[in-house]
């Protein structure tokens, strides 16, 4: 049982794997607004074509995107936008961290 259950956990860490780098996190908040070419991210993030082309690619191995080749441009869009739902957890966490510095520092100040 357990087995079967690591396997699950493995391919869950595979996505969190994925995500963890901003530049991937600042591609997948960009395709929650539609989908962007290569040429487009590449300009955002600042990068070389070769280094946002990895990134995306590691994100689709994951299957957090999917492509579409159109003539010499590739375009991307996500591919389960539910990912975004996670977002707002991540944010409930920072804010939660945040308010535990304040206190402490609210105690340290008396």
Avoid: W
Wanted: aromatic share 6%; proline share 2%.
């Amino acid at each position: 049982m357990y087995q079967k259950r690591k396997r699950h956990l493995e391919a869950r860490a595979k996505v969190l794997k994925a995500m963890a780098h901003p530049s991937r996190l600042f591609i997948i908040d960009e395709l929650a607004h539609g989908e962007r070419c290569v040429c487009e991210l590449t300009e955002m993030i600042g990068a070389d074509v070769s280094t946002i082309s990895k990134h995306l690619s590691v994100l689709k191995q994951a299957g957090l995107v999917i492509d579409d080749k159109r003539g010499n441009q590739v375009f991307y869009q996500l591919r389960v936008p539910c990912i975004l739902n996670f977002f707002g957890c991540v944010e409930s966490v920072l804010e939660s961290q945040a308010q535990e510095h304040v206190d402490l520092l609210a105690l340290v100040e008396k």
